[in-house]
């Protein structure tokens, strides 16, 4: 469905969400530099006037086809005298303004957005929470059925949450010819080329331009560290594992994370503070990214993870911080060895890998050429790509 298909919502919430209102708005103080609201269950939220004006979603301040905002607030005085306010028969938020704009919101978006210290705490909480895991994930792997995810909407949306929280998932009954991963791919969104293609070829190859393309044993890593943004999704699907060898293994990043802040915090600083080069050459590309292992977000929680052992270059900081950064370095390839965070399964012809790249690192132990065939493709689509499509799923 695309945004013109949606019904239309009322002209003054600047969204494609409806919201309910849960809770009636039941009075207002006017302060100073603001409004006080107050709520039935006695929940008070401040609203200042520049907050409330710059949020107004009048087709003046809005634009109804896009539901994009046309009004900047620096075109309204810094300091707006206060207006006058009430809470009309429908309970909703009526504001004149000094010089003669009107504003209407509804109580169910001003609850859903109010900053007040509980409202805020209510919306964190909100948040999706990835569920850590380690090797009881043997016992609970989320699988999907192909058929079903490709023909069933709230099928789709399951197997997707499974993805945004657990970070690995597996789907099976993928038919085995060339190519079918991207319809899988695709039930998403855009599927993400690289320098290996819009979907790669993971055989072995005498021409390899990547240790992922040898029958070697790959250790535990994330695919494109050498790349600003990595991967968000990756997708791995078997057509042919007839040769010996060859199991995926994967851990939890995050978990892995956890547990060295826990344990060892002055590695755990050291991963997040020291730029580490990822490189990829080929005779036509050359592929460079700094960056740390351990990424956090602005609110200090860990986002991402970065390593790829086979593509690393030296490491070059300070003298005095060598002896740590190899200290913090091995300590987390350690962990990824340890049986508590691993997870070790053969993927089998028809069965597909669908991981966080930037949370779960996975590995495939050496095989066998001469023993069998093995034929994997694989292809990437980026973290907001699923986030959106879950939202759209939601709605
Ligand atoms: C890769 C990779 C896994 C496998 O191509 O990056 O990790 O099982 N392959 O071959
Ligand atoms: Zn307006
Ligand atoms: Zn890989």
Same mark, same amino acid.
């Given at each position: 469905?695309?945004?013109?298909?949606?019904?239309?919502?009322?002209?003054?919430?600047?969204?494609?969400?409806?919201?309910?209102?849960?809770?009636?708005?039941?009075?207002?103080?006017?302060?100073?530099?603001?409004?006080?609201?107050?709520?039935?269950?006695?929940?008070?939220?401040?609203?200042?006037?520049?907050?409330?004006?710059?949020?107004?979603?009048?087709?003046?301040?809005?634009?109804?086809?896009?539901?994009?905002?046309?009004?900047?607030?620096?075109?309204?005085?810094?300091?707006?005298?206060?207006?006058?306010?009430?809470?009309?028969?429908?309970?909703?938020?009526?504001?004149?303004?000094?010089?003669?704009?009107?504003?209407?919101?509804?109580?169910?978006?001003?609850?859903?957005?109010?900053?007040?210290?509980?409202?805020?705490?209510?919306?964190?909480?909100?948040?999706?929470?990835?569920?850590?895991?380690?090797?009881?994930?043997?016992?609970?792997?989320?699988?999907?059925?192909?058929?079903?995810?490709?023909?069933?909407?709230?099928?789709?949306?399951?197997?997707?949450?499974?993805?945004?929280?657990?970070?690995?998932?597996?789907?099976?009954?993928?038919?085995?010819?060339?190519?079918?991963?991207?319809?899988?791919?695709?039930?998403?969104?855009?599927?993400?080329?690289?320098?290996?293609?819009?979907?790669?070829?993971?055989?072995?190859?005498?021409?390899?331009?990547?240790?992922?393309?040898?029958?070697?044993?790959?250790?535990?890593?994330?695919?494109?560290?050498?790349?600003?943004?990595?991967?968000?999704?990756?997708?791995?699907?078997?057509?042919?594992?007839?040769?010996?060898?060859?199991?995926?293994?994967?851990?939890?990043?995050?978990?892995?994370?956890?547990?060295?802040?826990?344990?060892?915090?002055?590695?755990?600083?050291?991963?997040?503070?020291?730029?580490?080069?990822?490189?990829?050459?080929?005779?036509?590309?050359?592929?460079?990214?700094?960056?740390?292992?351990?990424?956090?977000?602005?609110?200090?929680?860990?986002?991402?993870?970065?390593?790829?052992?086979?593509?690393?270059?030296?490491?070059? $900081?300070?003298?005095?911080?060598?002896?740590?950064?190899?200290?913090?370095?091995?300590?987390?390839?350690?962990?990824?060895?340890?049986?508590?965070?691993?997870?070790?399964?053969?993927?089998?012809?028809?069965?597909?890998?669908?991981?966080?790249?930037?949370?779960?690192?996975?590995?495939?132990?050496?095989?066998?050429?001469?023993?069998?065939?093995?034929?994997?493709?694989?292809?990437? $689509?980026?973290?907001?790509?699923?986030?959106?499509?879950?939202?759209?799923?939601?709605?």
């Amino acid at each position: 469905m695309t945004a013109v298909d949606l019904p239309a919502a009322p002209a003054f919430i600047a969204d494609w969400r409806s919201y309910p209102s849960s809770v009636d708005l039941v009075g207002l103080h006017p302060a100073a530099d603001r409004l006080d609201l107050l709520w039935r269950d006695g929940r008070i939220s401040p609203f200042h006037h520049q907050w409330l004006r710059d949020n107004c979603a009048c087709s003046h301040c809005v634009y109804d086809v896009t539901r994009e905002q046309l009004l900047e607030i620096v075109d309204v005085p810094e300091t707006l005298l206060p207006p006058h306010a009430c809470i009309d028969e429908q309970g909703q938020l009526l504001i004149d303004w000094h010089d003669g704009h009107h504003s209407r919101y509804q109580p169910g978006w001003l609850r859903a957005h109010a900053y007040d210290d509980a409202s805020r705490a209510e919306r964190r909480a909100q948040h999706p929470q990835s569920r850590l895991w380690g090797a009881e994930m043997a016992e609970q792997l989320a699988q999907f059925d192909y058929q079903t995810v490709i023909e069933d909407d709230p099928s789709l949306l399951r197997w997707l949450l499974a993805v945004r929280d657990f970070g690995l998932t597996q789907l099976t009954g993928v038919p085995t010819t060339a190519g079918a991963l991207q319809r899988v791919a695709q039930r998403i969104s855009f599927i993400r080329e690289s320098n290996f293609g819009v979907l790669f070829d993971v055989r072995s190859k005498v021409d390899a331009d990547s240790n992922a393309y040898t029958a070697f044993n790959l250790p535990l890593h994330t695919d494109l560290p050498t790349r600003e943004l990595q991967p968000g999704l990756q997708f791995l699907h078997c057509l042919v594992n007839d040769a010996q060898g060859g199991e995926s293994i994967f851990v939890d990043g995050f978990a892995i994370a956890e547990a060295l802040q826990q344990e060892t915090p002055d590695d755990f600083r050291t991963l997040c503070a020291s730029a580490v080069e990822f490189r990829n050459k080929s005779r036509s590309s050359d592929y460079r990214c700094l960056a740390p292992i351990i990424a956090l977000d602005a609110e200090g929680r860990v986002s991402e993870v970065r390593m790829a052992n086979f593509l690393r270059g030296p490491f070059d $900081v300070p003298a005095e911080q060598m002896p740590a950064l190899y200290r913090a370095y091995r300590r987390f390839i350690g962990m990824t060895r340890e049986p508590r965070f691993r997870l070790q399964r053969r993927l089998e012809a028809g069965q597909l890998w669908c991981f966080d790249n930037r949370r779960v690192l996975h590995a495939r132990r050496e095989f066998d050429p001469a023993s069998g065939a093995r034929h994997f493709q694989g292809c990437y $689509v980026d973290r907001d790509e699923l986030l959106s499509r879950i939202r759209v799923l939601q709605r």
